[in-house]
């Protein structure tokens, strides 16, 4: 209702001017043809404007701003125009809200939100964590100091025989048996490694136990008695020969991403694991 009795306010303030208007250009020898082309505007809106069919022209604000275009234009200024042509300024619509959310709720819903975003980042994230972690592990571990394991049996030097002279002459006395060799584990038995590169290492015994685990240098030779080693975890294992019971195993052909896992069972011989 405030709007419609605006607008007949402006329709009466410029009451006379369309018939100004129409005099003001005839008299400049102008056609509506040459206002509109000045005023960059349709033809028709100066007709419209000269015959104040101001419904025609949409709202308030912009009749009087044609208006006020169209008077510069033939250079009328009197103050009854110019009054007719201000123009209040224009107030936005007023919003009303129709519904009202409690403040718990929005923040109820604002940390729901975040709560799922989370939840679905930590989701995609720890698996992938948990993958990585497994692969840098079996392609890499972290350097250790070298646990060397003593020989199965260290060699004993023979004893000499001790001779008790005696009074009597006794008889050439046979020449004594050559010594018994050193006691050393039985090369079949024996699990020989040599590395030809740096390679990771880890060796557990049958009771789960670490033997040995450590980062080899290139030209290192490890060997183990075949009843004590229960699994080997061999990395970087194009660069590493095995031999078991004097037969060289082919360490690459067994490896996954180049990491060989071997079981040895109790009577010495050697499978690959998964």
């Known amino acids: 209702m405030t709007a419609n009795m605006a607008q007949d306010s402006t329709h009466a303030a410029l009451a006379g001017c369309g018939a100004r208007l129409r005099a003001a250009r005839e008299a400049a020898g102008l056609q509506i043809e040459d206002v509109a082309a000045r005023l960059r505007m349709p033809a028709r809106v100066v007709r419209s404007l000269e015959a104040e069919d101001w419904s025609r022209l949409g709202a308030p ?17 009197t103050t009854a125009m110019m009054e007719a042509l201000d123009v209040a300024p224009v107030e936005p619509t007023r919003l009303v809200s129709r519904t009202h959310i409690p403040k718990t709720r929005w923040w109820a819903e604002q940390i729901g939100r975040r709560l799922v975003y989370i939840v679905l980042t930590l989701s995609l994230a720890i698996p992938a964590w948990v993958a990585t972690r497994q692969h840098l592990a079996a392609e890499a571990a972290p350097a250790v100091a070298a646990l060397d394991t003593a020989p199965s049996a260290a060699a004993q030097p023979a004893l000499p025989r001790t001779v008790v002279a005696s009074m009597a002459p006794l008889p050439a006395a046979p020449a004594p048996a050559p010594a018994s060799p050193a006691a050393t584990a039985q090369p079949g038995a ?3 490694l040599r590395t ?21 240098p290139a030209g290192v030779e490890r060997r183990y008695a075949a ?7 061999i990395g970087n294992a194009s660069a590493v020969q095995l031999d078991v019971r004097g037969q060289t195993i082919d360490v690459a052909a067994h490896a ?4 060989a896992r071997f079981a040895v069972s109790s009577d010495g011989s050697v499978a690959a694991v998964d």
Do not use: P
């Not at 044609?66 to 033939?74: G, K």
């Not at 590169?197 to 080899?216: H, P």
């Not at 004590?228 to 975890?233: I, L």
């Open 256 to 259: 996954r991403a180049n990491v």
């Open 196 to 216: 030809r590169g740096k390679t990771w290492l880890e060796v557990l015994g049958r009771d789960g136990a670490t033997i040995e685990q450590a980062l080899l």
């Open 227 to 233: 009843a004590q080693v229960g699994r080997m975890t």
């Open 61 to 77: 604000v912009f009749v009087r701003g044609q208006v006020r275009s169209y008077s510069r234009l033939l250079g009328l200024g």
């Open 190 to 192: 024996d699990i020989l």
